[in-house]
């Protein structure tokens, strides 16, 4: 299996790097929400390659097409599938089975488990192409939240050893929020995108690749989403989060940084607000989860990405065909940095796990 | 919902910290193992409280009663219940409804999602006593995976700020495994374990708590366990320790310091291994997963574990009655670190994990 | 696997025969249900075995002990545990694996999937006994869908060759529930009742049993239950209905009638309520379900019940050791007739499938 | 929800009546094997409409493309797609919420459980076209199962007040099951089926509809398939069943013919074949399954079908808009008998429910 999540909200992406399209199933979808397409076309041009010296040099458009669940501009409620079709497809010289397994990928390890009948072309359904699903996915559940007053905001917290400053702990403004879905790079501070820019081309340059941090943000959650232990919210976040081709380390609230804490420094106060008669929290270590479940305050959580695999310096691999060690250099156009397009992914994670959370708790009629 | 996990293993935990007992149900566990009774015992003693001065005073014999899966001491591979009486009931002093809440516990969070009918004494479903049953179905998962070579150890990486060293590249001796086990805080550098003791007992004469890191890692795993996105071996891992209380970071491979790497350094080159003619990679920066799937190298997670919310130093907080500010002074025993308890729930976790993933490897039926 | 059940209301049973206890976890059942311990013994006690000539002479107590999910009488929102000991195990004369493998039993089939190493005693894990911890579930069940005006109502439309009336159109009074439920053999005839009891019991002086059919409907349920394909409100139902063992046909409305009808005959008109304003149908052959939804009229499901397969007369067989023919005699006490039992297990798997879909339904948010 | 089936085979459907195309993922098939793409069309051909004056006059090529899962013609373990394009939409005069309920139909249920944003038009996601992928998905499953030597057939036991009879015990040969997917109407006497034809149309031409009963068995599957309660091999063939538009009826073996027999008839005597040393039963009432498991005789299992609800007789119903009662005459052709189409449905879901238990099973690693 690969390609399944959710107990209440059920997604299936479905897809390979090199076929014909690549879409997804949501089953559980509330009904009744006008689908807003400029929206979701923003979303799916920032995870599109092609945008930038950044990113690959394919075009893809990435228009989605709904096949289901869609009746005039609104959701039914009703299983929802949507495909992208693959317009660039290059389908000329493979051969029938991988050989020269690229560190790093998943090459040797998807041969391993699909016998060798697996699709390896471009990396087949291990692709980050499968992330546009994704982030369609996402976008709808990030609209059906948005109404609910919750805003999901991701930016580049670093790239290589270039470092923008946290996010603030109010939710940015429209305008803010604006920019940074329209920076290649997200930053906050308009100087840390620059310098990861020139992080990211240097390297490039080189014919290799740099890795970096993401920081997301959560505002306007309820507290009670998640349970205790297996359906936690750190849970089914960390489980999305990690479906992300790239991260390798998710953390939430201070993360690693508790490691070095005494519990009078890492415990968040509880404290009624004055104004609205909510109980809330002076500080926000926790990340907005207690217990697993939300806590009212913000969400926050930190991804580590590692460096784009796909390098033009030569690398030492193995040839399955042979059973020989071999060098490998790879062609081809590839991200010297997959973090601008992780952003709008992660978001959508986010969007799903709380989504499902949501779901999840209102089924828990009283 | 709160208790469940696992599609192909499942496994549905229950009790809470003041009721008659805690248990386990595990449906879906191969049939024809023999159980060895002693090794399980010694998991459960690893994570019982009231062992030494770090951890509470609190004696909890933990003897699990199989209620149904075992016959003739061997798994029947039928569904397996087991349950742990708790003896020292203490439930004399709580009201109907929690008042004061804990600062980062689930006391409120849990109020708000259980509607206030939550069994609220002593963390009741949230309480550290559920990792007893974990254990328990975690050592019984370790003992099968043992049989088919697989051995998985974890240790404190660091306590506050004393640190011991990584684990080894190749799988620890016997006689280490011995040790590590039989420490109330496993370290490799014995050193260390000293040095964190002293961190711990300093923390608690101040009547306050730190945190740490814990490592893990698996040894003698095949490659091709997990599949791409959300059933990545990351995914399923992370959603089980991220289920462990006062987890808050989790790591696999070089984790954070991904972000930091260049391609090329961070890529693992594949290698034939001449005395086996198996493929390897040179380094093992990707702990052991590439594109989700195990690659056959050890398999290596840390996590970040919070400092114990439960401090003998006055909090501030509010009371729920009457929903106004107030002070909190938690009274009481209370563990000023968990990490030594939490690392036989994080290779318990794992293993169960391990389980799930090779049995729904063994699914996929050509 | 064998006991799990459920995407929104999980429910997991345990035990064997002649093991120590047989219990049910519930993992996703509404918090703050106050639990009526008169009506649960009653239902458990309508199952017991050894209430009167027809059913086996073993005498159970089944009396419910809450491990968790209980606090002050009512339920926590949080997985609930309940175990039912078993006060009279025999497992004295058994040997190591079954041998003898009883006709219409699951002796065989449960040899070869368990490879051997299954509890065999007594039916082992395919043992009715396993039937009152799904009482006990059902009856918690029952008792929330009371408490939103649906009732649940079973008989015996059938024994041998002695046929009962149909339940009627409109919800029996008080009155006669309580006369169904404290009849040993439910009927709405109480000469039917007698006549079946003779029928069982000239079976039982022959050495042999009887089967029959049970009627089974549910009144004050909303339109809107249950969803087209695979979560059909009779796809649910039927797939619980079924695991009740010795359910051979499970029927919904007309059933097999609808074979030899008409389209004009078989459709309900639909028709405003006057009194309520209320969408109605004016026939009710679909038993209260179109395209797998619920109208909110009465629904209504028939299953036949195989005669009991354990029977005093020599059966031929096999010998599993020997691996080769052999005549079987059935010792002990064993119900001729299993339909007084089957009556109390159907209604709690009715009240499953209705809960598990009543809190699909709550999940479905705007 | 309402579209997604299966635990270790997961499989989800999306589409409306009117919708641009139907579709289904597959997670979880097999690896390696190659698709005969003839049988594949086959399969759709025999579900799809026009065929005959007793099915609709619509044309559907019914052609699917796999977007994914596919490679060199082999399936490759991955997620596999396929959509069928629609290619007869006709959207024009449908308003923008339903009106005239058809009685019968989900046109009522489905606008209450879908708030009244369901595609109602032709059905919707009710809609019988929603049958194709799951023709589609259930042919790839029976032709693994073949490969593993199982052979699933079904014809029309009875349609109206005309009888076939019933299957064979031994599997029918080559011809005879070629020439019954060729037939319009698969009944194994050739006058029955022209008796049949005869009871449909004359029910036509009255504006009328009929219904009957599929039987249906499988030759050749392993004993061991299933587990007791709820992964009964009954439970998951009987949920795949009901979720076939117009199954109202499920019955295994003897079925409703178990009540009037008793035990010392009903129960099929083991017994050992002399020629293969094979445990095998010397009756098959119990259709092949004992305890919820298939015993390696044939599984036979019935189903009763509803007349078509679509009628051209003037009906009484209800407007939803103006909440009154109302006459409704459906215009528009309608299979006077969708029996013929439900046949192929029908060995899908016995291949799907089929190949779910056969993974099960090869994940019970021991």
Redesign the interface.
Known sequence: ?????G??L???????SH?????V?L??F???MAIDTEALALELARRAPGQNAMTTARKESDTP?F???V??G????????A?IRSEHQRSGDYG?SVDL?R????D???H????G???FRGG???SGR?TAPIVLAGALCAQWLRAQGVTIVSHAL?V??VRDEVLPEACPDGETLRRLKAMPLPALRPEAADRMSEAILA?KAEG??????VELAAWGLP??L???????A???L??????I?G??????????????????????????EPET?R?V??TNH??G???????GMPLRATL????????A?P????S?QR???AELAIRGRHDPCILPRVCPVAEAMCAIGLMEL?????????
Chains 1, 2, 3, 4 share one sequence.
């Not at 609104?74 to 599938?81: A, D």
């Not at 989860?289 to 806590?295: A, L, M, P, Q």
């Not at 690398?315 to 193995?318: A, E, G, M, N």
Request: aromatic fraction near 12%.
């Open positions: 299996m690969s390609s399944s999540f107990q209440w059920k997604l299936s992406i479905f897809g390979q076929g014909p399209a690549v879409g199933t089953d559980g509330p009904a009744g097409e096949l289901s669940g009746f005039n609104r959701t039914t409620g009703q299983p929802l599938c495909v029938d397994v560190p790093g990928h998943a040797y390890t998807g391993v488990r699909y016998f009948f697996e699709d087949g359904s291990f499968l670093s290589a050893d390297a290799d690749s740099v890795g970096g941090t507290a009670g998640g349970a205790p232990f297996f359906d936690s750190e849970s089914v960390s489980h999305l989060f990690f479906s081709p991260v390798k380390a998710v953390a939430f609230g201070d993360g690693f940084g508790f490691a070095a804490l005494r519990g009078s420094e890492a415990n968040d106060p509880f404290r009624m008669g109980v929290t002076a926790s990340g989860i207690n217990g697993g479940i939300t806590n580590a990405i590692r460096p784009t695999p796909s390098i310096k690398q030492q691999t193995v399955l059973m020989e060690n949501w779901k999840e708790r209102a089924a828990c009629v009283k």
